[in-house]
């Protein structure tokens, strides 16, 4: 009786450890970083069963980019499989569920002036995980993984320039590791599959599909990173005190230039 008062005990305290350790990293980005969204995680499956045990498969078929902008604007909980996340093709080949179209290649030739090598090099340079790797997939704020019950396997981070800077100087300055950059400019949700594949800290501009579908805005950027890295980047910006916005507007305490037009109408003397 003792040992299984126990082993309760002892279940619900690791458990309570898990739900308070998603929501102070989710705390913690949001009061240095301050991002243009949520920050979000994502949890990749072997096989739908395994999403099935966390909840339903989204009933609309959306893009990629459009769940990680739903989880990252709306607090949306996105669980994904090859059906429902298969607006844009690109999405479900970035994630192995699915092959892309026969076709497209005569497609993207036709209307958007491509060559059969150009569209060649598109697709061999889109960061991709391997076919039927994975099955399903769920998005959602950080915070909201408590009550999924899993780990996430990265994190997306929705910034913008200034933002991205703090971020990637307090992960270098916490590791001597520079991050990565490198794109195509048509699939920004190569994102999971760069993280996936241990490439991250991994920076990249939004394409023009998630510009349109996901609401992407101008000066909107998408930084990838695994869980521990984004530990070691918070960590390292509290221990020096850099938050967003940062100290770092000396022209604020400049004071005016007394040869400047301007001065001469808000100066006390003439």
């Not at 939004?206 to 805005?217: D, W």
């Not at 910006?237 to 305490?253: H, T």
Request: one cysteine or more; proline letters at 6%; a positive charge.
């Amino acid at each position: 009786m003792y040992i299984e008062m126990f082993i309760g005990l002892w279940v619900l305290w690791c458990w309570g450890v898990v739900l308070s350790k998603w929501n102070d990293l989710y705390e913690r980005i949001v009061k240095v970083l301050k991002p243009r969204g949520d920050p979000i995680g994502f949890k990749l499956f072997k096989s739908e069963e395994e999403a099935r045990k966390i909840g339903s498969f989204t009933k609309v078929n959306i893009a990629l980019c459009q769940a990680i902008k739903l989880a990252s604007s709306l607090r949306a909980i996105i669980i994904a499989n090859s059906s429902n996340i298969d607006a844009c093709v690109i999405g479900t080949y970035v994630l192995g569920f699915k092959e892309l179209p026969q076709d497209l290649a005569k497609r993207w030739i036709e209307a958007f002036g491509y060559t059969e090598e150009l569209f060649k090099k598109l697709i061999e340079s889109i960061h991709a995980l391997p076919l039927n790797s994975y099955r399903a997939a769920v998005f959602a704020p950080i915070d909201r993984f408590n009550r999924l019950g899993v780990e996430p396997d990265g994190v997306i981070l929705i910034v913008n320039s200034l933002q991205a800077y703090l971020a990637l100087i307090g992960y270098f300055d916490s590791t001597g590791h520079k991050p990565s950059s490198d794109f195509n400019g048509h699939a920004v949700c190569e994102i999971i599959a760069t993280i996936m594949k241990n490439k991250s800290p991994w920076l990249t501009i939004p394409c023009g599909g998630a510009r349109a579908l996901a609401e992407v805005q101008d000066d909107e950027l998408w930084l990838g990173m695994k869980v521990d890295q984004v530990e070691r980047t918070i960590k390292r910006l509290e221990e020096v005190g850099l938050i967003y916005p940062p100290p770092i507007y000396q022209k604020l305490w400049t004071p005016p230039l007394e040869k400047h037009p301007l001065t001469h109408l808000i100066a006390r003397k003439s």
